[in-house]
């Protein structure tokens, strides 16, 4: 009996040059000590919604994760459906004030002591499709004579006088963004969706050092009257570069419970998510470092026993190659390790596995080479989805 697939593990090798692509609450490169060393780190959640960027734009939909859900529906409606600028803020604040998520009224900048009337900011932030601030609005026309005659909204404890069930019913709604990355939403009943995909911190495979840019800005009316010396400001700011070791799974059975028992659709998402975890990039400090590379190499297991990251292959940091550099040491690396492991583990759960990078040689414990990306994405699919996460042929 041919067994169901259930992960989609993808491992990247990927060098970066100097750049500082996740920052910490100081401006300093992330990092992290393994295998007794300090590595570069960047952190799960900043490679993610870098990957969501790119997904959103692949599948054609798009999610909204904010606590000004309010603000955004008074936009839609002054802007595109032409309401007076005072109902539509009320609209916006009732609708925000309906669902049982607490909620506050943002501050006056003038004074912070007062408080502005209509401009709510949901204590949790909502995360629902983009499609789901059309439906408020549907609503609010819906209720527009109640709303024209209802009080302003200038407390917490003020009522709404939009039905909660149908906010909420929207604030429920999913899409295929919200269906693979899951949502929290605890305030809502039913609301949260647990997430199909895992994404871990990528960390490079080899010691690091952060590097202090020290930089200065020309003031230009002093360099052209040249009657003052010195810069118009100094300042520098951390860097590193290196090789990391990115990793992310797919579980085919919790994507199929959430978005459906549709092929096609399960196909669309698994393959727009694996494109755009190989291709995307965080855009922390581009103008200055434009560090756009793409993956050395990618390497897709399907399986049908376990998600298994290959991270511990590089507990013990690689050295450079005879040549210089850590790509290829840190390949080969990660083949080795392929091939122990699942030698360990036995190949019973392997489904489908294979690679395809800059290097032309074997990496035989990746499976088989592919020429293109695109191609490796194909092949895998067809394998996972070729039997079922219930077991049912295609």
Known sequence: ????????????????????????????????????????????????????????????????????????????????????????????????????????????????????????????????PETAVTELCDLAEEYREDLQTAKDIKKPADRSVLP????????????????????????????????????????????????????????DITANWGDQSGSGHMGHTEFSAGTFYRYATIDLRDLAANNGENPGELRELTAAFLSAFILSLPQAKKTSTAPHTIPDLAHISVRADRPLSYAAAFERPVSASGQGGFADTSRITLAEYAEAANRLLGTRGIIDSGWAGIETKGLDGLGTRHESFDALIASALDSALAIQPDGEAA
């Open 164 to 219: 909660t069930d149908r906010v909420e019913a929207v604030l429920r709604s999913r899409n295929g963004v919200i269906n693979l990355f899951g949502r929290m939403l605890a305030e809502v009943d039913n609301a949260g969706v647990d997430g199909a995909v895992q994404v871990a911190h990528a960390l490079t495979t080899h010691e690091t050092d952060v590097e202090l840019d020290y930089f200065s800005a020309v003031d």
């Open 1 to 128: 009996m041919t067994k169901a697939a259930r992960f989609v593990d993808i491992h990247i090798i990927q060098s970066v040059p100097f750049a500082n692509l996740n920052r910490d609450d100081t401006n300093s490169v992330k990092t992290v000590q393994y295998g007794n060393v300090l590595r570069t780190r960047v952190s799960s959640q900043s490679w993610k919604r870098a990957v969501r960027g790119v997904f959103e734009d692949r599948i054609g939909q798009a999610a909204l994760r904010t606590r000004r859900i309010g603000e955004r529906i008074t936009r839609l409606l002054t802007e595109d459906r032409g309401w007076p600028l005072d109902l539509a803020e009320k609209a916006g604040a009732h609708a925000a004030a309906a669902s049982s998520i607490k909620f506050e009224l943002a501050k006056n900048p003038a004074d912070p002591k007062q408080t502005v009337p209509n401009k709510v900011l949901t204590n949790a932030m909502v995360y629902v």
